[in-house]
C-alpha cells in the first residue's frame, strides 16, 4: 500500500519472502532517498494480530507529525503540505 500525502510505504509479506531480503533493501534505500519510509509487517502480524498493525502504523505517523510539531506549528504545516520531511 502506498500513501504519497504521507510518503509512506506499508508492505505485508508472504512466509516465502525470506529470501527477498537483499531486494528488500535496495528498494527500501531509493524509496528513502525519494523520501518514503517503508513499514513491513507479515501476513501472520496482519492475520493473527491486526489491532497491533493498526497501532503500529498510527505510531508512525503520530512520529512524523512530531517531526513538524518541533518546527512550529505553522513552518510544519507549510511543510507538511510541500511533502517535505521534516
Known amino acids: 500500500m502506498l500513501c504519497f ?4 510505504v506499508i ?10 531480503a537483499p ?6 534505500a531509493m524509496l528513502r532517498q525519494a523520501g518514503f519510509r517503508t513499514i513491513r509487517f507479515t501476513n501472520r502480524d496482519v492475520m493473527q ?10 505510531f508512525s505517523l503520530r512520529e512524523k507529525e512530531g517531526a513538524y510539531a518541533q518546527h ?15
Do not use: F, P, Q
Open 72 to 86: 512550529g506549528e505553522a513552518e510544519g504545516a507549510a511543510a507538511k503540505e510541500k511533502g517535505v520531511a521534516a
Open 5 to 8: 500525502s504521507e510518503r509512506l
Open 23 to 28: 531486494y528488500d533493501a535496495r528498494r527500501d
Open 49 to 58: 494480530n491486526i489491532d497491533g498493525v493498526v497501532a503500529c502504523i498510527s
Open 11 to 20: 508492505e505485508v509479506d508472504g512466509d516465502t519472502h525470506a529470501d527477498a
